[in-house]
């Protein structure tokens, strides 16, 4: 039940000292259902088993079908000490694996919620123990609140008081005179719990954002594209071995099959742009085979990729489960399938995902590298008022940040070792005695090169062929290289296979912040000004790569790099109508390393025509939300701006109901709107009703939740 950290099982322990005094104890509690069903019909984000799946939900389908009981404790220990509990039984049926059903530890669903003593020393106050502690208050988003961490299993649409995750800490606070305040935290290291970012990928949970989408899905993830991408590479190793794709170049019959390794100047768009040749069976022509029929390469390539057709007895056809090719692949078309987005990977590049006689082509891990035992977060808070009525804090939190970071890197699939990428350019392929691919030694008329000279432009010779086209090699540390073939006949090659690790970690952060609230009174009604400002110091973000993606380098076209921000929030609140709270904010998020490099690159073109087709290869930020194969790989707002209206009325004979909505709408078109209402039967008996409908662009935070737009209802009865 007790994650082992070194804080929680400090206090845990001093929490059952032997000799402590338990005088009287109070229990209370509620038990409650909560009830939601889907208001559209529609599929949420990566329910799909495969790009063909277009099965969903339908409207008034349920969503969510959750009972529970929360049981609070309390009593004293000793004469100036006392201690609380609160126990959290709850299940869910509608949950989409056992981690959404019932109990998992620092979730929403933790049986322990909270276990603390409150005592105190001299002018200090310390809370010991699994708790909360909140430092912001800004409406419906969380910006200094940063000291636990969250569960988005409902996006943002329950309370943060439920949302947000206890952790074990020490809290230390007294005041300063008669209107200052300072407060110490220690605490433990935890994460944010975010629906798909797993192995499993939670296939069918509502609230999976197409970023997250993008690393685990089962159809656009690339934990599972890789090794279907893998696959398709060993089915055209498979054909080159036999001869395919070589050609009689001096008419005098002296076809050697060499594998892919002969073709780093044959790119995926010059094979789809040129006229190929298929044998009768629908295999890939073999040099000199009878009944070979020309197709288009394009064709041929989505025969391969995506409708099976991979050779007689060969397994590795992908039969439309991930992402490779649309229905029709179209050179130099907009981006939205993995072949399309790999338009200059050379098929030598294939040869080093493919599989060889004792290793089985590449494959994918996903792992965690989170902090130790002994590694805590910690900060203060200083608070105060002054004389003309302005209250302010200023904050300090040196922490891991706890939304995950993922990487990948190239490993080896049986030692582990982490591979070294080498980039090399070589010129002509075909050739008819030997593989005249770039050697990294320099021995062959090829060079290696870094990340940053990767041509933009791709020169073609008269044969329409590409002269500097970039290959993607992994090599260890004993130089040997990884693949079906060695690249050049003088080098080694390992008998092990590749593995690419997707590997979850969490980056430290400094956070700085301050917040301020000034009350106006004004004719209309009293006016109260409020701020929260929040300075991220080597914080995170992903950055894509669309020229280093298009030779096919994964490790390098996707990475996370440092990145400060600043964000803030503007609000001001009036009550108007007697007892209507309106409340307005304005907030934006501001990448202070933002990255937008824009270029545009060229493919290997049509060899009658000698055209070559061009494509955006920009560097940029990519929006971690919402960046997805379906939409380009969606680059982020510099200064993402959100803006917020909330509207809270109690009603009734003595304002014993209250009804609550905001809307948000977010710089790019997305909106979020929640009606929630609270009627009280009677002093014991509570229902609720709630509605959360999402809507706009698709490609934004809220607008890609449309489908998961729902209605829910509850009850709630309170005992002690």
């Keep these: 039940m007790f994650k082992r950290s070194l804080i929680n099982r400090a206090i845990f322990s001093a929490l059952l000292l032997p000799g402590a005094v338990l005088a009287e104890v109070e229990v209370s509690g509620y038990i409650k259902n909560e009830t939601s069903v889907f208001s559209r019909s529609g599929q949420v984000t990566g329910e799909g088993k495969t790009m063909l799946d277009d099965s969903g939900h339908d409207s008034g389908d349920v969503l969510k079908f959750e009972n529970s009981a929360r049981v609070f404790v309390n009593g004293d220990l000793g004469e100036q000490s006392s201690w609380h509990a609160e126990i959290n039984a709850i299940y869910d049926t509608e949950g989409v694996n056992s981690d959404y059903k019932g109990h998992v530890n620092y979730s929403q669903h933790d049986w322990l919620r909270e276990l603390y003593a409150d005592t105190r020393f001299g002018d200090w106050d310390f809370r010991l123990g699994k708790q909360q502690v909140v430092w912001g208050t800004a409406d419906g988003i969380k910006l200094l609140d940063i000291i636990n961490p969250t569960d988005y299993r409902e996006l943002v649409q329950n309370t943060m008081e439920d949302s947000r995750i206890p952790i074990w800490m020490l809290k230390a606070e007294r005041n300063i005179g008669d209107s200052s305040n300072i407060q110490f935290i220690v605490s433990q290291v935890e994460e944010n719990k975010i629906p798909g970012l797993n192995r ?75 006229t190929q040749q298929l044998n009768a069976d629908g295999s890939i022509r073999a040099a000199g085979s009878p009944g070979a029929a020309s197709a288009s390469g394009a064709v041929i390539l989505n025969n391969l990729a995506q409708n099976g057709i991979a050779g007689p007895g060969d397994p590795n056809a992908n039969n439309n489960v991930t992402n490779l090719v649309d229905s029709i692949y179209v050179v130099g078309s907009a981006s939205n399938n993995t072949f399309e987005y790999m338009a200059n990977a050379t098929f030598a590049t294939f040869n080093t995902f493919a599989a060889n006689a004792s290793h089985a082509a590449t494959t994918t891990r996903y792992t965690r590298d989170y902090p130790k035992d002994t590694n805590l977060n910690s900060g203060f808070r200083f608070k105060s008022s ?107 090659l390992s008998s092990n296979g590749t593995e690419l690790r997707f590997t979850e970690s969490l980056n430290r952060v400094h956070s700085i912040g301050t917040s301020f609230d000034y009350a106006i009174d004004t004719a209309f009604a009293p006016i109260v000004l409020r701020g929260e400002f ?187």
Excluded at 204 to 233: C, E
């Design 200 to 274: 499993d990928g939670d296939s069918g949970h509502p609230f999976i954002m197409k970023g997250v989408d993008s690393i685990t899905g089962r159809v656009n993830g690339f934990f599972n594209i890789a090794p279907r991408l893998a696959g398709v590479a060993d089915t055209f190793d498979n054909g080159a071995q036999g001869g395919a794709f070589d050609t009689d170049d001096n008419g005098a019959g002296d076809i050697v099959a060499q594998g892919l390794t002969g073709f780093s100047g044959l790119t995926v768009d010059g094979f789809a742009a040129n």
């Design 534 to 720: 929040l300075y991220d110091k080597d914080s995170t973000q992903v950055v894509v790569d669309r020229r280093l993606l298009g030779i096919g380098d994964m490790e390098g076209g996707l990475t996370t790099e440092d990145a400060d921000y600043f964000k803030y929030v503007l609000g001001l609140d009036v009550t108007v109508m007697k007892n209507l709270l309106v409340s307005g904010q304005f907030i934006q998020f501001r990448n202070l390393d933002y990255v937008n490099k824009s270029r545009t690159c060229t493919t290997q073109s049509n060899a009658q025509t000698t055209t070559s087709n061009s494509y955006d290869c920009s560097r940029y930020t990519g929006d971690l939300a919402t960046l997805h194969l379906s939409n380009g790989l969606n680059q982020a707002y510099e200064n993402k701006e959100f803006y917020s209206l909330f509207l809270s009325k109690p009603f009734g004979p003595s304002d014993e109901h209250r009804w609550n909505n905001i809307v948000m709408y977010e710089e790019g078109g997305g909106y979020w709107n929640r009606f929630d209402m609270e009627y009280s039967f009677t002093d014991n008996l509570i229902g609720t009703a709630e509605w959360n409908q999402y809507w706009g662009d698709e490609d934004t935070q809220f607008g890609q939740f449309k489908d998961s737009s729902n209605v829910q209802v509850g009850i709630r009865y309170l005992f002690d």
């Design 386 to 492: 002054l004389d003309n009525g302005l209250n302010f804090s200023v904050n300090y939190f040196y922490h891991y940040d706890p939304n995950p970071v993922i990487n990948t890197s190239w490993h080896d699939a049986k030692t582990g070792e982490k591979l070294q990428t080498v980039l090399a350019t070589s010129g002509d392929f075909n050739s008819d005695t030997a593989p005249d691919f770039a050697d990294p030694t320099g021995v062959a008329g090829g060079k290696t090169i870094s990340r940053s000279e990767v041509p933009e432009s791709t020169t073609i010779n008269a044969f329409g062929q590409a002269t500097n086209a970039t290959t993607v090699l992994l090599r260890n540390s004993a130089g040997e290289y990884y693949g079906s073939i060695a690249p050049n006949p003088t080098l080694a």
